[in-house]
Every structure is written in structure tokens, then in C-alpha cells.
């Protein structure tokens, strides 16, 4: 009887052991995830779901005038890029759309729609002299960020769509409003 309890009281701690285990480090949550440079480490994480939609919006460090740059989730965890909105033609900003893209002038900014750019991470850096990069989300892009409530003026990340176990959700910065 007491041989039976031993066996009974060690399976039964194995089994709690092991489901605290699989409930820490087991994949359970979809995220963007802003990693330090290029490290594994997260500076913070964004909790999203396919096909949820994101904005980047910088500072254009020569016309001072916002840029805004639109993502949706893809089904595989890629981030697609599908619009850019700036006011200013030059350095870095796109002159016209290419084959199957729109092109569009609306309110005084140029809208490119239909773009088609699948990146499986992009690299984003804060701006550290013009420094009012911001991220929006939210079904109308209706919750905002500054990223330097995150992130050191200068800071690069990588930004990736990521399963986060537990324990790197509890551990890490989660960007709310």
C-alpha cells in the first residue's frame, strides 16, 4: 500500500511538472514582437492575431512630414505591406505605383494601395534627431504608441509576427496604450 502512494505521488508530481512546463514554454500566443537588434531578446511584443492590421507611421527626417506605412498579418505569419501614405516626393518616398498598385492623391497626401510586399521581418529604426515614430493598431488604427514610451531614440529593431509561450509573455513588455 504505501509502495502504491510513492508511485501514485511521484506520477502525479511528473504530471504537474510537466503540464506547468508545456503551459510556460509552449507557443500560445501570436504577437509582433520587436527584438533588440539582432538578438533573440525581446524588447516588447504587440499581441496580434491573423489577418489584424498595424501602422507605422515616422517622421520623414527631411520634409519633417508623417509617413505612414499600412501591414496586415498574413495566415502564415508574414507581414504584408499593402498602402503607403506620405506628402513629400523625394528621398526614400516611391514617385509612382507600379503594375497592379493604385496610385492616389486625397487630401493633400499620395496614397499607394495595393501593394504587394511580404517580408517575414522588417527593421525598424526609432529616429533618434526626429524622433516621433508611432505605431497605431486597432480595427480603425485607433490605439497609438509613441515608440519611444518603448524604445531609445536611435534603437533598431527586428520586428517579426511570433507564437509567444507564457513565460516570454509574462516576462516581456507588452505596447499598450
Known amino acids: 500500500m504505501k509502495n502504491l502512494s510513492i508511485k501514485t505521488l511521484f ?14 514554454y509552449v507557443p500560445f500566443r501570436t504577437a509582433l514582437v520587436f527584438y533588440e537588434e539582432n538578438t533573440a531578446s525581446i524588447e516588447a511584443f504587440l499581441p496580434i492575431k491573423e489577418e489584424d492590421t498595424f501602422q507605422i507611421v515616422f517622421k520623414h527626417s527631411i520634409h519633417l512630414t508623417d509617413v505612414v506605412e499600412k501591414y496586415i498579418v498574413t495566415a502564415n505569419k508574414d507581414i504584408k505591406q499593402y498602402e503607403i501614405i506620405y506628402e513629400e516626393f523625394g528621398i526614400g518616398m ?4 507600379e503594375v497592379d498598385q493604385e496610385f492616389e492623391y486625397i487630401d493633400g497626401k499620395y ?6 510586399n511580404v517580408f517575414s521581418s522588417i527593421n525598424i529604426r526609432n529616429g533618434k534627431t526626429v524622433s516621433e515614430n508611432r505605431l ?20 533598431w529593431f527586428r520586428v517579426e509576427i511570433k507564437n509567444l509561450s507564457l513565460w516570454q509573455y509574462l516576462k516581456g513588455v507588452r505596447i499598450h496604450e
Do not use: C, R
Open 111 to 116: 496614397h499607394i494601395k495595393d501593394l504587394n
Open 11 to 24: 506520477f502525479s508530481t511528473l504530471l504537474l511538472l510537466v503540464t506547468l512546463l508545456l503551459l510556460l
Open 94 to 97: 516611391p514617385s509612382n505605383a
Open 136 to 155: 497605431f493598431w486597432g480595427e480603425q488604427g485607433n490605439h497609438m504608441v509613441y515608440f519611444n514610451d518603448y524604445f531609445e531614440p536611435g534603437a
